[in-house]
């Protein structure tokens, strides 16, 4: 025996499965979605530069002390 809860929840995957009903859902959420990333744009940029930046800043450390290695083994 299923209840009504089953059987509402069982009609609305069904419908949702449904080509049509996704399509339309596409078009409904779409304008959500490219207001959210047209906002979040500047961040996602900030963000990149400054991966950017470590990425060099990490670079020049190591080869800082890939320089300083030859010039210790030189010495010795």
Do not use: A, H, W
């Not at 209840?3 to 859902?25: G, M, P, S």
């Not at 900030?46 to 080869?63: A, D, E, K, P």
């Amino acid at each position: 025996m299923t209840t009504i809860q089953e059987k509402l929840i069982k009609q609305c995957i069904e419908i949702i499965k449904r080509e049509d009903v996704k399509n339309e859902l596409k078009i409904i959420i779409k304008p959500f979605i490219e207001l959210i990333l047209l906002n979040l744009y500047p961040y996602i940029y900030f963000s990149l530069l400054l991966v950017i930046i470590s990425f060099l800043l990490i670079l020049g450390i190591f080869i800082l002390i890939l320089k300083n290695n030859r010039c210790i083994s030189k010495i010795e």
